[in-house]
């Protein structure tokens, strides 16, 4: 079987422990409704890419979350580097994640066909 890469594990507990760390620590109310959807890490393991969503979205809340996440950077960043036993503190850049949306759009466009083609037969 084939080897997963170090940057995919460490990865998969970057974001189980920055998904702790955000219900735990992170006092900022802005935060709050925030969900880690994936973390994505360079080989170098020197840079992660996190994307979150929001449970009630909108885009002003959208801005918030990102700015107040951004803030807590350095926090999370040792917390992770300390728990995860890594070596160097890997650069956190959060994005939200737009490919949730899209999906759903998909999943309400193949619907709407499947509804059409029902109809028609």
Known sequence: MAEVKRAVRVAERVHEELAAMLARDVKDPRVSGVVISRVTMTD??????????????????????????????????????????????????????????ARMRIDQLLDEVNRDLNRKQ
Do not use: C, H, N, W
């Open 44 to 101: 170098d393991l020197r840079q992660a890419r996190v994307f979150v969503r929001l449970l009630q979205d909108d885009d002003d809340r959208r801005t918030a979350a990102i700015t107040a996440l951004s803030r807590a950077a350095p926090m999370l960043r040792s917390g992770i580097t300390k728990r995860a036993q890594l070596r160097y503190a890997p650069e956190l850049k959060f994005q939200y994640d737009e490919g949730q949306e």
